[in-house]
């Protein structure tokens, strides 16, 4: 794309981030559902309701997060005498407090029932006003019908068998009250697209497994997550369960001994055109061992690299696996992991040696610094000296390979009642009740002053730790790669666009979190809500890592000697932010008196559409290797007379697994052209000589000076006068009118983006 073109969608994009658009204060009219998300409401359904979520997103409701920015966490029960919550538990005004601990609400409303998780509240009945604790979602009265619909599916049986996307083995009815008076909410994510999901089969992949069936949440092909682990040809690409994905699959090819790979983008977490293959990775306990192995041939691989035959290929390499999650989280996706594959990423260091090989894209510290090892002798009873174990010198290595590379080292697990939680407004942190901690080989972190470790860009990523955290005993942690930005809101989208294009990781210790229901304070099953929590926050869910698609038509005037008349016509489409938009299509579609002459090889020609094939289009910037952000597809369309004519524009896409339209009307002007220099009658000083139309770009020399409408080409572009022009006409840099030219464009530009936000926000 020409250098001016590409300046002028950066002025859009400017245009289009400029407004305010940070998590917001929002009024909710009567007849908006709310889904209750504390213990009060919703203890049965509690895990159901993130695969309620799921279901509404994609079938293309939009739903709400509604977060309270200033909330805090009351660590005490409410109703400690002395220590009182300042809100009731059930039904405001009650005076009754519940006896465990919240946080703050986060918003306040009279509503009625529509479905009870309990089964004992009627439909129709009043709750009163409660004030809404846990992060309630919250879908918009204009959707009220069409999500109804699919409550209804998802929490009646008897509806399954005509509505199949619904059945699913565990099952549970999702409490949902309907607001019987207008209400105010901070919108603190828009949540639009439903997540792809990768489960990591790792040997405990049915830990995941268990939380997203608990959930009723499926696979991409829309079945259900299986109970059982993975066996040896039962999951991956082109099997029953094509999200579970291998060691193997995830690092993809590994050349050979002569020939290692270097490409960290051929695993099956990337598609074929290079961007993302899934939203999410979930690593439930991948075992530092298997990350410290290297295979030759299906065996061991020998003591030296010049012993290994050169055609050998690899075929095991535990920290590929590091390099191609890293790669992935180059975009806007997200990884979570629990317990030992938290140290099997986080401490994964680079290591040059045989048979390893490694390059710097195969380090796995995501969230925390490398830390240094001290010189021999150690003074840490937990570290040993190892002769030559730093680059030659002898040095201090943690005696637990989990913690080599450290990043993290292991802490026991902190006692339930002594934990602190932090940053409560954050959209992973949102349960209602105690949390508790569960054991495993890891159930907490520690950063090391012994090494001294720290979080990246000193960022506060830990959001609920022991009695003497952030950084001994962390449980639960969240934040961007390489501590990119800070997890809070965003309130500069426009810089973020730039700055925070990269992905998201969660860590949580402990092996295994319940998944039972009813859900209550204190229970080991909170720690599935923070997974199920991870995976709706995750910016390719929400407003923030959606592609934002701008559409335009050129020319959109056509001059025209006679009728009727031909034109070409170039349909333009640009991502004008960093989420890519997947397996891409465009629709033209014209008025019934148009006539689509001929289009672009590959173009579909239907009646009065035409359709071509795009394929994916990156996010911006587009990354070295992946598809165009921006392109064109051209038509011949047959105007029969002067007049406006009316245009669509339809760009289907898919993100996650929600199919997603941006559509703009756009108006193609047809006017007379009695000289045929391109400059229309109505505008044209002298309409029936072609060598003059005027100087638009006020440089001193007429834009028609070679007989055709070329403001660029009139003689002035090197201060010299051309044919038609007269002496002396130009100044020496040409003339203010280029800037001036210019200008009005960048003002045109402006004013059709402005439109196309219009357009995105009605489009739903």
Not at 230 to 241: E, F, K, R
Not at 277 to 286: E, L, T
Not at 344 to 366: I, Q
Request: hydrophobic letters at 35%; aromatic letters at 8%; one cysteine or more.
């Amino acid at each position: 794309m020409p250098t001016t073109s590409r300046w002028l969608i950066a002025l859009a994009v400017l245009a289009l981030t400029s407004r305010d658009s940070r998590a917001a204060d929002r009024t909710f009219s009567a007849g908006s559902l709310v889904i209750p998300m504390d213990l009060s409401y919703q203890s049965s359904g509690n895990l159901q309701a993130y695969g309620l979520l799921y279901a509404l997103l994609q079938q293309g409701v939009r739903v709400h997060w509604i977060i309270d920015p200033a909330k805090t966490y009351h660590a005490a029960a409410c109703n400690t005498p002395g220590n009182l919550c300042a809100w009731d538990c059930d039904v405001e005004g009650s005076g009754v407090k519940c006896p465990y601990p919240t946080s703050s609400p986060d918003l306040a409303v009279k509503s009625k029932v529509v479905w009870d998780d309990a089964g004992v509240a009627a439909p129709g009945s009043a709750i009163g006003t409660h004030r809404y604790r846990g992060g309630p979602f919250v879908i918009d009265a204009a959707d009220h019908d069409r999500a109804l619909a699919i409550i209804a599916a998802w929490n009646d049986q008897a509806l399954w068998v005509a509505n199949p996307w619904a059945a699913r083995t565990v099952f549970e009815v999702v409490t949902v009250h309907e607001a019987t008076a207008a209400f105010t909410g901070n919108v603190m994510k828009e949540m639009i697209a439903a997540p792809t999901i990768a489960v990591f089969s790792d040997g405990n992949e049915d830990i995941a497994t268990k939380y997203l069936r608990a959930a009723g949440i499926p696979q991409s092909s829309g079945a259900e997550f299986p109970a059982q682990k993975c066996g040896a040809a039962s999951c991956g690409p082109g099997t029953a369960n094509p999200d579970m994905l291998t060691s193997e699959a995830v690092m993809g090819e590994l050349g050979t001994c002569g020939t290692p790979s270097a490409d960290h983008e051929n695993g099956a977490l990337f598609r074929a055109d290079g961007l993302p293959a899934y939203c999410q990775i979930m690593s439930m306990h991948w075992a530092v061992n298997d990350r410290e192995t290297v295979k030759c041939g299906g065996g061991n691989c020998p003591a030296t690299q010049a012993e290994c035959a050169p055609g050998t290929p690899f075929t095991y390499h535990g920290h590929e696996v590091v390099a191609e999650v890293r790669a992935f989280l180059e975009y806007p996706v997200h990884l979570f992991a629990e317990c030992q594959a938290v140290n099997a990423y986080e401490n994964t260091t680079p290591n040059a040696a045989w048979p390893f090989l490694d390059d710097v894209g195969r380090d796995g510290h995501f969230l925390t610094t490398t830390g240094t090892p001290p010189a021999c002798p150690c003074t840490d009873a937990d570290f040993q000296c190892v002769v030559g174990g730093c680059n030659g010198a002898d040095c201090c290595l943690a005696k637990d390979l989990r913690e080599r590379g450290a990043g993290f080292l292991i802490a026991p697990q902190p006692a339930s009642p002594t934990l602190q939680v932090f940053r409560p407004e954050i959209p992973y942190n949102q349960f209602d009740g105690a949390f508790a901690t569960v054991g495993g080989s890891e159930p907490a972190y520690n950063l090391s002053s012994y090494l001294g470790t720290t979080y990246k860009n000193n960022r506060q990523v830990t959001l609920i730790t022991g009695p003497n955290g952030p950084g001994l005993a962390d449980v639960w942690m969240s934040g961007y790669l390489d501590g990119e930005c800070d997890i809070g809101p965003i309130f500069k989208p426009g810089d973020r666009a730039t700055t925070c294009a990269g992905g998201k990781i969660s860590y949580l210790g402990g092996h295994e979190f319940g998944a039972t229901t009813p859900l209550a304070t204190g229970s080991q099953s909170q720690g599935a809500r923070l997974f199920l929590n991870a995976l709706f926050e995750a910016d390719c869910v929400t407003a923030d890592g959606q592609p934002t698609i701008a559409l335009s038509l050129s020319p959109i005037v056509v001059p025209a000697q006679t009728f009727p008349v031909e034109a070409d016509l170039t349909a333009t489409y640009a991502n004008l932010t960093h989420g890519p938009a997947l397996d891409a299509t465009l629709l033209e579609t014209v008025p019934a008196n148009v006539e689509i002459v001929s289009a672009e090889p590959g173009a579909v020609v239907t009646g009065k559409d035409v359709e071509w094939t795009l394929g994916s289009i990156s996010g911006v910037p587009a990354k070295a290797g992946d598809p165009p952000d921006t392109g064109g597809r051209l038509s011949r369309l047959r105007f029969p007379a002067s007049g406006d004519y009316q245009l669509t524009l339809a760009l289907t896409y898919h993100v996650g697994t929600s199919t997603l339209t941006t559509t703009q009307q756009l108006t193609v002007s047809v006017k007379l052209d009695t000289d045929g220099d391109g400059v229309p009658d109505d505008t044209d000083p002298a309409p029936t000589d072609p060598d003059i139309c005027g100087d638009s770009d006020d440089d001193g020399c007429d834009d028609c000076a070679g007989g055709h409408f070329d403001p660029a080409n009139d003689g002035c572009e090197d201060g010299n006068p051309g044919t038609g022009d007269k002496a002396g006409c130009c100044s020496a840099d040409g003339g203010p009118g280029g800037s001036l030219a210019l200008a009005a464009l960048v003002l045109v530009m402006l004013a059709r983006s402005r439109r196309h936000d219009r357009a995105l926000r009605s489009d739903g």
